[in-house]
């Protein structure tokens, strides 16, 4: 071998050492890379967690009556048109009272003739002896049966002029003018405006956390930003066999006009609550042969910041979100966005939380 191929060798022989040293050098870096993830984290501080119960109840009214008629006779007249306000005491309607007036004079008449038979007998008898006991009885009786048949007709007539009996709307009118109305026919339908509840069912599960008393969030379809807190005021004792709820009521302000009767309600009850709670969303627990786990951040032996699995125990949970009862511990910092792709010890590169729509893997 002359002196010019050694050299040759020597060169190509560096050449390739160069060469193996780049490539592993690169892949190296790669591998590195590859084990690197992306993430956000926050910090893990306890804080109140509270769970509700979403329900759809409907507007009641706690004065909805059916007025019906207590006298037979001819509607006359209406002193109050349909979706008018009417106080209580106020009349609402009159039924023709001619035959009971009539009626009335003539018990009139007879009870004060059978007052006059029973003072004659009762002087005769006790001034001259004349007649007999039994005599004066049955005067009596026959006195009080025409007094009583008087009082009742007054009744009557009073119970032709229909009365509210509260503060109320009348909705509708059964009736008309000129109709006839039997003893216990439906007249009008009367509803306190001023009295109006909303009744909902709730599951019978939830019987033991639902108590009179407790708070309520209420709002309506038709209104954007109107949400009542409402206190519950009353909770059923029974459970209804088919739908397996309990009826619970809360009444709406007083005074008020934009409710109506049978409007759908939208209803939040709080079931639970728990303080100083450790809550974390439940996107970023993963379920594994050991049970549940999140990922935090830890370090390794060089410093480097990496993934660290975490075994939990959970607790309740309300919509996204779930208590941990163990395994987290506040100041812990949660890996969230980006913790799909994670593994225990995985390399990872912290970056402002909001600062990337996606997270993956760098390459």
Same mark, same amino acid.
Request: glycine share 6%; net charge negative.
């Given at each position: ?25 690169? !892949? ?7 084990? =690197? ?35 037979? /006779? ?109 003893? /216990? ?50 909770? /059923? ?19 008020? !006009? ?81 913790? =799909? ?23």
């Amino acid at each position: 071998m002359n002196t010019l191929t050694s050299k040759l060798l020597v060169v190509f022989v560096i050449a390739g050492m160069i060469t193996a040293c780049s490539q592993e050098e690169q !892949t190296a870096e790669q591998e590195e890379l590859v084990k =690197s993830v992306n993430v956000e984290t926050v910090s893990i501080e306890p804080r109140l967690f509270q769970r509700y119960l979403r329900l759809v109840g409907t507007i009641e009214s706690a004065n909805d009556v059916h007025i019906s008629a207590e006298v037979n /006779g001819r509607i006359e007249q209406y002193f109050v048109e349909k979706g008018k306000q009417v106080r209580k005491g106020e009349p609402i309607l009159k039924i023709d009272d001619d035959k009971l007036l009539q009626e009335k004079a003539r018990l009139e008449a007879q009870t004060e003739q059978a007052k006059e038979q029973y003072d004659r007998l009762k002087r005769v008898f006790e001034e001259d002896s004349v007649g007999s006991e039994i005599d004066i009885i049955n005067a009596r009786a026959s006195y009080r049966q025409s007094q009583s048949a008087l009082e009742s007709i007054k009744v009557d007539i009073e119970n032709t002029t229909v009365r509210a009996p509260f503060d109320a709307i009348l909705e509708d009118r059964l009736l008309e003018v000129g109709e006839m109305a039997s003893t /216990g026919a439906t007249l009008v339908r009367l509803i306190g405006a001023n009295n109006l509840k909303i009744v909902a069912g709730v599951p019978s599960r939830y019987s033991d956390v639902v108590n009179a008393g407790d708070q309520a969030e209420a709002w309506f379809d038709f209104q954007d930003s109107d949400t009542l807190n409402l206190s519950i005021d009353y909770v /059923g004792q029974s459970i209804d066999p088919q739908a397996r709820t309990f009826r619970v009521e809360m009444f709406l302000p007083r005074q008020t !006009t934009n409710y109506k009767v049978d409007m759908i309600a939208n209803v939040r009850l709080k079931t639970y609550e728990q303080q100083d709670a450790i809550v974390v969303g439940e996107e970023f627990v993963y379920q594994k042969d050991r049970g549940f786990v999140v990922y935090t951040v830890n370090e390794n032996d060089q410093g480097n910041k990496i993934a660290s699995e975490k075994v939990v125990k959970l607790g309740p949970s309300y919509e996204n979100e779930v208590v941990v009862n163990s395994g987290l511990q506040p100041g812990d910092q949660l890996i969230t966005v980006g913790s =799909s792709f994670l593994q225990d010890s995985m390399r990872i590169n912290i970056v402002a939380n909001g600062s990337s729509q996606e997270f993956a893997q760098r390459n």
